[in-house]
Each structure stands twice: as structure tokens, then as C-alpha cells.
């Protein structure tokens, strides 16, 4: 290894890639960290323009209890984040609803079974399946160790929990909507569209087809440590990337990697600052995207052609960045809405928009007396790469209207003081986050077994490995986190 530069480097500082470094300079090895852009963070990036500061993605951010994996680093690495724990979590609004997302889960649960001809008996119940599922999966995010690659402590800790996991069985490979009709809720409209807003964010998918588990495992996201980063998650983002360096790793930020190639017993990366060469590549991109920078054909790399596929079957996003001078009598802290205007349409394409809104506390991000407002909506990846790109441009155009449609009908308060507007496609978040063809979510997590074939660290091929959305265990910025972390863990026992 001495004749090498690194003993691993990593592609794409998302926080898939952060928490690969991170780990692994926590574990003695020579780590460089690689990114295109000027500043870390991938999709979960907090970006400038105008002077203005806004989230990348409009989306809501877990982990940072202390005992999660958030955080115990900013306990551990003195990471200066500051936490705002918000209450409501989230609002869903649509024409006949608004529904705060409590902080306290029982009481969410009772204003749930409070609502006009809600079945409580039923509700209760989902909610008791659903915390005993929870419950043995987050442990699981709460305790990494409890994730391939497994030793022998491991392992019995498992054996010892199988009880916990008994819930999950009868239930595996079938959608959510499978148990709403088997407790005789699929007809009340609020916990649907509550469920189908809340699938479509975080499993990529409507509750009738979301995989049972991953979905009743994200019915817990608002409480489980889930809370606002002041300043915008890019805050945590430049923090870990910072304790990368402070544990000996090598930053490289505006460093485009070009291309990877297997030499004898190492692999040599090509930077747009020169070749590094190094054992080990831990890759934080999708795997179309990975095939393409190291030459993989398809065919020689079977697993990730599907899983390529699977990701194409998913989405983009259709954004609208503003900037909003704040009006009298909102809130001083930050905020999230979730919109959805006709709750038997699809939540997609401006018909569900989620809406971050930041707080008078996020200092930089906007002048004082204003904020700044990150909004998306889903765009089926597949119709979208179908169409002619001047088709494109007016399907987007489209989209962005129906989503002024909903702002303007659902958030009332904050429309008539928007000062600036900023429009994005998926090509234009591309743009901001390097994220190939703007994909959002990783895959879509529709029922079938397929999900639990792949269940730890994903090595391509020898040296080289693929972390983020699209690997094990999947969405959202602390899942990615996680198995960042599990692969560390892989490649320190084949170094």
C-alpha cells in the first residue's frame, strides 16, 4: 500500500460519501474526498445565489438525537450545528384539512382519531403495528452495528431480537395499502392522504404501493430526532467535511473525478486535478452514473444495470426557489408545509408540493425581515427523459404553474410577499447538486421482495463500492449517512 497515494478515495462528498470518510479516517486510513461542486452536501446541500442562500431539496432532516448517528458526531467531533426542534414538525394542508405533525407522537395520533367519522379503534391499532415494526427497524439506524457487515457480537444481538422482529413477516413483500384495507381504513380520506404525502417524500411511492416495512418504518421519520439545521443542512454538510480533514483526509472540493480504471491491485482515478491512486473507490453516485465513469458494461455488472433501471423508474423534481418577505404573524422559526390540492389525484406534478421555509435564526440566508423558500414537487423521471427537450421545457413550465396554483390556494399567508422566484427543472437541480439527470429518492420502494436481496454494503467489483440513495438501506440523508458508515466497515476488514 505504501507505494499508493490513498488507501481509499471517495467520489462525491454527499452524505453518503462524508460518513464513507469520515469513518474511515476514524479507522486510520489515508482517505482523499472528491467532489465536482464548490461545497458539500449533494442533494442535501444548502447552495447560493443572489446573495441568497437556499436548501437544495425542500425536504425535513432525522438523526440528531444524541444517541443517533447526527447526533453523536456533533457531540464527538465538536461539530459547531445547531439544532432547532421544531413543533409542528410538518403541516399538511389540502382544501378541507390542516393537520400539525406534533412533536409528541401520541398526541398526533389522537388528533388523528379526533377528526369527523375517524375509525380511532382502527387508527390505534395501525399505530400500535406500526411502533412495534418502527421500533425494530430504526434500532437498526440508531445502533449501525446492528447492519451488515456483521460479527459475531452482532449476531447474537440479532438472535436476542428476533421477537422484535415477528411483526415484520407477515407483511413482507405487500404494500401498505394491504393493511389499511385489512384494519378498514382505506376509505378514510385524511389518514390516506396523510400516509400517500408521507410515502410519496420519503419511500418514493403512494401508500397503496409501498413495501409494508419500509413504510411503517417511515411513518416514524417526524420523531426520531428529526429536526432543522440553522443555516441550512450545508451547515452539517461543511462540519463533517471539516472533521474529514480534522481526522487526516483530504478534502478536494471543486475536483471532478473523469474517470476510473482497475490497475494492478489498486485503481487509478482521474481527477481533474491529476490521477490518484488508491485500493479502494467508494463511490457516491447512481449506478448508471458509476458504470459510465469506470467503463462497466451492463452485462458485466448485471446487479447494477437493474439497479439502474429501478432508479430510472423513479424521480425528479420540479422546484420553485423563493424569496419571501416575511409577513405578520407566522412563526419566527423556520417551517415546513406539506400541500396536496386534490387528494385523489396523483401526489405528483404540482399536485403535492412540499414547502421549507426558513427561520429568522438562519443568518446569511436571506436579509433581515425575509426568508427563503425551497419548494418541489415529484416528475416521473421516465415520462420526462421520453420527451423532446423543447416538449420538456413546456411539461416543466406546466408543472411549476400548478405548483403557483397550490401555493397560492394552500399557503395564502406567505404568496402575496414573494420578491424573487427562482425556477428549476430536474436538469437544473443536476446542475446544483451533480446528481445525473436530477434523480431524487433513490428507488422507489413499491412492494416485493426484491428490496431484501441486498441488504449491506454494496461492492461493485473488487476495490470499488457504491453508497447513497440507491444503496442499502436507502432514502433519506441519515439512511445514507448510515450506510456510508457500513461501508467504511467493509472496506477496513479488506484492507
Known sequence: MSDLDYDVVVVGAGFGGLATALELTRRGARVALCESLSYPGGCASTFRRGGFAFESGATLFSGFEPHQLFGRWIREHALDVTVDWLDPVVELRTPGLRLPVTRDRARFIESLCALPEAPAPAIRRLFELQSQVAGALWAMFDDPDLLPPFDLRALFRHAARLHRYAPLARWLGRPLGAVLEHLGLSRFTPLRTYLDALCQITVQCSAAEAETPFALAAMDYYWRGTGHVRGGIGQLAWALARAVEAGGGTLMLANRVKGLSRQEGHWQVDTRRGVLRARHVVANLLPGGLMRLAGLSPERVGSMRVLSERVAEGWGAAMLYLVIKAPDAVTREASHLELVRDEQAPFIEGNHVFMSISGEEDTGRAPEGHRTVTTSTHVPLRKLGAMPIEEQARYIAGIQTRMRESLEQLAPEWMPH????????????????????????????????????????LRVMEGLWLVGDSAFPGQSTLATAVGGVRTAASVARES
Not at 420578491?419 to 436538469?427: H, Y
Open 418 to 457: 414573494v420578491t424573487q422566484v427562482l425556477p428549476a427543472s430536474p436538469r437544473t437541480f443536476q446542475r446544483f447538486t451533480q446528481r445525473e439527470s436530477g434523480a431524487v429518492g433513490g428507488v422507489p420502494r413499491r412492494a416485493g421482495l426484491s428490496h431484501y436481496r441486498q441488504l449491506g454494503p
